[in-house]
């Protein structure tokens, strides 16, 4: 059964930095397009960043230069660097794998960036 675990969420103040892991298992992981999506308390999940199979990166507008995604084949696990955090980066975070209309996601990690 495909799994992926997210952790790393927590409570930081604004302008600090969390570090958000993703551990996938029984998926070829390097096959896999990796991605990490915000929740927002009653808004709709948004991609905040995602890696490609090959490593190609692209970002929300509102976190370049602030987040960046990266990924361990060998470990089976993508990462979300998070600095310069803003309150308005709060929200629940989950990782996405997706392949050829395959998708599986985790359960998700909160986030909460005080003011």
């Known amino acids: 059964q495909v799994r992926l675990e997210e952790s790393g969420g927590g409570l930081v103040q604004t302008g600090g930095s969390l570090r958000l892991s993703c551990a996938a298992s029984?998926?070829?992981?390097?096959?896999?397009?990796m991605g990490w999506y915000r929740q927002a308390p009653g808004k709709e999940r948004v991609l905040v960043a995602r890696i490609t199979e090959s490593g190609s990166t692209n970002y929300a507008d509102s976190v370049k230069g602030r987040f960046t995604i990266s990924r361990d084949n060998r470990q089976n696990t993508v990462y979300l660097q998070m600095y310069n955090l803003k309150p308005e980066d709060t929200g629940v975070y989950y990782c996405?794998?997706?392949?050829?209309?395959?998708?599986?996601w985790g359960k998700g990690t909160l986030v909460t960036v005080s003011s």
């Open positions: 996405r794998a997706a392949r050829y209309g395959m998708n599986y």
């Open positions: 029984e998926i070829i992981f390097s096959m896999y397009a």
